[in-house]
Every structure is written in C-alpha cells, then in structure tokens.
C-alpha cells in the first residue's frame, strides 16, 4: 500500500513491547489514555491500544477494566446495525449474546 501499511510483520506483542519497553508507558498511563479514547467516543482506538498494552501487561487490573469497557461500547455501539461486529466484539469480553427469535 502507498503508506507502506502491511510491509512489515510487526504484531500486537511488538506494538506493546513499543509501548511499554521504549515510550516507557505504564499500565496505568496505558489505561489512562484508553479512559480518555473511551469518553471522547473513540472506542476502536481504545480497543486497539488495549491489545497493544496488554500485550505488554498481560495481568494488568486497569487495562483489562478499560478492555471490557472499549468492547462493551463496541458492542453497544453495533448491537442495532451490525450483528457480525456485534457478537465479534462481545465475544472479547466474554459477554454472551443472546439467540434471535425466527419468525414463524
């Protein structure tokens, strides 16, 4: 792609190891900034940081409370318009989906 997207094969571990290794970023300045991605409405910028910051603190408190709460808004955000997206992102946090009733 022209802005060199998809060259390399850097992934979530190595993101993370970015976040936490060389910005030197804690879980909690990690959390922090998903809290304020979350209240602006950026939720799947949120969600994305979460990954990369648990990937780095994989037994962090505060991240994998902002994680629920980025992919709860997801879900919720979704729910009305698109089921894939919607069961995609509950599925994150475990939540369960419930089944639609067919029309007899």
Not at 54 to 64: G, N, V
Not at 70 to 92: C, D, H, I, M, R
Request: net charge negative; proline share 5%.
């Amino acid at each position: 792609q022209p802005d060199m997207q998809g060259m390399d094969a850097l992934g979530t571990e190595e993101t993370g190891k970015a976040l936490a290794v060389y910005l030197d970023l804690s879980e909690r300045q990690l959390a922090g900034a998903a809290e304020r991605m979350i209240a602006a409405g950026d939720f799947e910028l949120a969600a994305r940081l979460l990954q990369w910051g648990l990937a780095a603190y994989p037994d962090s408190a505060p991240l994998r409370k902002a994680h629920e709460l980025a992919y709860a808004k997801l879900a919720e955000k979704y729910q009305g318009f698109n089921p894939f997206k919607f069961v995609v992102y509950s599925e994150q946090i475990a939540r369960e989906t419930s089944q639609i009733a067919s029309p007899r």
